[in-house]
C-alpha cells in the first residue's frame, strides 16, 4: 500500500532526482503515482514545477486528499524598486496552505536572473504596506482592494449612454498664407464646412429668437455661432434678421463704429478690396485684418 494517494498535499523535504524549480519546504499535490524496481514513486504538482519526480522519502504528508481545503493565494505588488526585484513585482504564496513563503511570479522583475528570488519571513510583505500592496486577479490584470470595489461598483451600476453631441466641426482661423484676396480661394475656415452642416444650423438659427438662444441649442460659444453665420451669408444660406439684444434687433442696438474700423474700411475699398495690401497699408497683422473684417460685417457693411 502506498504511503500517499493522488489528491494529498506534500511537502518536499528531500530530493533523488534532482530539485529542478523546487526547494526544500515547497508544498504541491500528488498526481500520479508510479512503481519501479520495488519502490514507490510519485509525481507531484508544485507552484513552479509540475511533473515533479520524487520518491516516498522525499516527501511528508501535509494533508490528506479528502480533508484538504484549498486556500486562496494571496499576491502583493512590490510599490518601490528594491536592491533585487523592480517595482510593480507580483509576489504569489507558494502553495495553498497558506503557511509558506512567497514568490516572485514575472522572472522579468528580477534584477539578478542567476538566483530564484523568495521571501521567506511572511510578515516582510503582509505587515508593510509601505512597500506591498494585496492585489486581486480580475481578467486580465491585478487590482488592488480599492479598484476592485470601483470594478465591482461599476458593473453593477452598468454603462450609461453617451450624451448626444452635435455634429458640428471645428472652427480654424486661417493663417496670411491661406488667403491672399477675400474675393480669392475661400478660407479654410469656410470651405471645412460643409453645406449639410450649414443647412442644419440656418434651420436652428431661423427657429431661434437671438444669438444667445443658437448658442445654447447648438452647444456653442457665441463667437463660433457668429463665425457659422458669416459663412452661411457667404454660401448665400437665407437667414432671418436676429435680434442680438433683447427687446430690439441686431441692427437698431448696433454701437458705433471705431474710428480704426472705418479707416481700415476706406483703405480696404481704396485697393479694391485686396486684403494683403490693406492690412500693410494700416500697419497691423493679417489676423487683425480678419478680425477687423468680421466686425465690419457684423455692422452691416458689404465687405
Not at 484538504?68 to 502553495?95: G, I, M
Not at 442644419?200 to 438662444?213: E, H, K, L, P, T
Amino acid at each position: 500500500m502506498t504511503k500517499f494517494k493522488v489528491g494529498d498535499q506534500v511537502r518536499a523535504v528531500s530530493q533523488s532526482h534532482g530539485w529542478g524549480k523546487v526547494s526544500k519546504g515547497d508544498a504541491g499535490v500528488v498526481s500520479h503515482t508510479t512503481k519501479a524496481a520495488g519502490n514507490e514513486g510519485y509525481r507531484v504538482n508544485f507552484p513552479r514545477h509540475r511533473s515533479w519526480n520524487a520518491s516516498e522519502s522525499d516527501l511528508e504528508l501535509v494533508a490528506e486528499g479528502g480533508d484538504f481545503q484549498p486556500h486562496h493565494r494571496k499576491t502583493y505588488k512590490q510599490l518601490k524598486d528594491s536592491v533585487t526585484v523592480k517595482k510593480n513585482a507580483l509576489w504569489q504564496e507558494a502553495c495553498d496552505d497558506g503557511t509558506q513563503e512567497y514568490v516572485l511570479l514575472d522572472e522579468s522583475f528580477n534584477r539578478d536572473p542567476r538566483q530564484t528570488q523568495r521571501i521567506y519571513d511572511r510578515s516582510l510583505v503582509e505587515d508593510d504596506p509601505k512597500h506591498f500592496v494585496e492585489v486581486f486577479k480580475v481578467t486580465p490584470e491585478f487590482m488592488t482592494r480599492e479598484e476592485l470595489d470601483q470594478w465591482e461598483s461599476f458593473k453593477k451600476r452598468g454603462s450609461r449612454p453617451a450624451k448626444n453631441i452635435p455634429d458640428f466641426p471645428m472652427v480654424t482661423t486661417p493663417s496670411c498664407e491661406d488667403v491672399v484676396d477675400v474675393f480669392g480661394p475661400r478660407p479654410k475656415r469656410y470651405s471645412s464646412m460643409s453645406d449639410a452642416v450649414l443647412t442644419r444650423f440656418a434651420g436652428v438659427w431661423n427657429s431661434s429668437r437671438s444669438i444667445d438662444s443658437v448658442a445654447r441649442k447648438l452647444k456653442l460659444k457665441r463667437s463660433t455661432v457668429l463665425t457659422y453665420r458669416s459663412a452661411a451669408q457667404e454660401r448665400g444660406v437665407e437667414l432671418k434678421e436676429m435680434r442680438d439684444i433683447k427687446g430690439g434687433s441686431s441692427q437698431s442696438h448696433k454701437k458705433p463704429v471705431a474710428k480704426a474700423y472705418r479707416d481700415f474700411y476706406v483703405a480696404y475699398k481704396r485697393n479694391g478690396s485686396n486684403l494683403r495690401a490693406t492690412v500693410k497699408e494700416c500697419g497691423v497683422k493679417t489676423t487683425t485684418g480678419y478680425s477687423y473684417l468680421s466686425v465690419l460685417r457684423h455692422h452691416g457693411f458689404k465687405v
